[in-house]
C-alpha cells in the first residue's frame, strides 16, 4: 500500500486506462496533474486512500485487453487513434454541447448568475480546442509520424521540421492543455461539481451531465498526450538523431 500511495496518478493511468474511470468518480485529475501522488492527490480531496486503492485492486484484477494498452502502440497509430476517437469527438459534441448550454444560460441565467460566467468560459475554451487541435493535426502529429515512419523503415527524415526540435511544440501544447484543465477546473466549481440546482429543467441537466461527460473524454485525450505520446515522441527524436 505504501508503495502505491507513492506513484503518481497519472503514471497509474499510463499502466492501466481502466483506473481513469476509478479517478474520475472521485475528480481527481490524472492529466494536467497527473504528477502528483496518489497520498497527495487523496489529501487534497479528503479521501481516504486505502478505500481508492482497494477499488482500485477489485478494478485491475481481471485481466486486460490489449486494446486498452496505449503504451504499446507505434506512434503513428496512437496519434491516428487520438484524432479518430478524441479530435471527432470534440469536434462532433462541442457545438451540441454550446447550443444546449446557450438555451439554458437565456432562460435561467435571471435566477442563477453564475450560468453567464460557465457559457463564457465554455465558448472560449472549445474556440481554443479547435485552434489547439488543428496545430496537432497539421504540424505537429504529421511530423510525428514521419519520425515513426523513419525509424521504422530505418531512413533519414525526407525534410528537416520548420521547428528545432519536437520539445519546442509540444511545450506549447501542454501550455494549451493546462489552460484547457483550468478551464474544465473552473467550470466544474462555478457549477458546483456540475450539479444541477432543484429547479433545474431537462435541459439544465441534460447541458450538465453533457459538460462532465465532455470533461472526462478531455482529461482522457490530454493524458494520451501528454503522459504518452508526447514523451515517447521525444524518446524518438532522440533515437533518430543519434
Ligand atoms: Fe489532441
Ligand atoms: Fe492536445
Known amino acids: 500500500m505504501e508503495e502505491l500511495l507513492k506513484q503518481t496518478v497519472g503514471g497509474m493511468v499510463r499502466e492501466d486506462q481502466r483506473i481513469a474511470g476509478l479517478f474520475e468518480k472521485y475528480a481527481i485529475d490524472f492529466c494536467c496533474n497527473g504528477g502528483r501522488t496518489l ?18 485492486q477489485e ?36 457545438p451540441v454541447i454550446l447550443a444546449h448550454l446557450e438555451k439554458v444560460v437565456a432562460v435561467h441565467g ?23 487541435m488543428r496545430k496537432e493535426e497539421l504540424i505537429l502529429f504529421p511530423h510525428i509520424k514521419s519520425l515513426s515512419m523513419a525509424e521504422r523503415i530505418g531512413a533519414p527524415l525526407a525534410a528537416p521540421p ?31 461539481g456540475f450539479l444541477p440546482p432543484e429547479d433545474a429543467c431537462t435541459t439544465y441537466v441534460l447541458t450538465y451531465h453533457e459538460l ?10 490530454i493524458h494520451l498526450e501528454n503522459a504518452i505520446l508526447f514523451p515517447r515522441a521525444i524518446e524518438l527524436e532522440a533515437r533518430i538523431q543519434r
Open 59 to 94: 478494478l485491475t484484477q481481471s485481466p486486460r485487453e490489449d486494446s486498452s494498452r496505449p503504451t504499446e502502440w507505434d506512434l503513428d497509430v496512437l496519434a491516428d487513434h487520438i484524432v479518430n476517437t478524441h479530435h471527432s469527438y470534440v469536434r462532433l459534441k462541442a
Open 110 to 132: 435571471g435566477h442563477h448568475p453564475e450560468l453567464a460566467g460557465i457559457g463564457d468560459r465554455y465558448r472560449a475554451v472549445v474556440e481554443e480546442l479547435e485552434q489547439h
Open 212 to 221: 462532465e461527460e465532455f470533461e472526462a473524454d478531455l482529461h482522457r485525450h
Open 39 to 56: 497520498e497527495a492527490a487523496c489529501r487534497e480531496k479528503g479521501l481516504d486512500p486505502g478505500a481508492i486503492i482497494n477499488e482500485m
Open 162 to 192: 520548420p521547428f528545432r526540435t519536437i520539445r519546442n511544440p509540444i511545450r506549447m501544447m501542454e501550455v494549451e492543455h493546462q489552460s484547457a484543465g483550468d478551464a474544465f477546473a473552473f467550470l466544474r466549481s462555478a457549477s458546483n
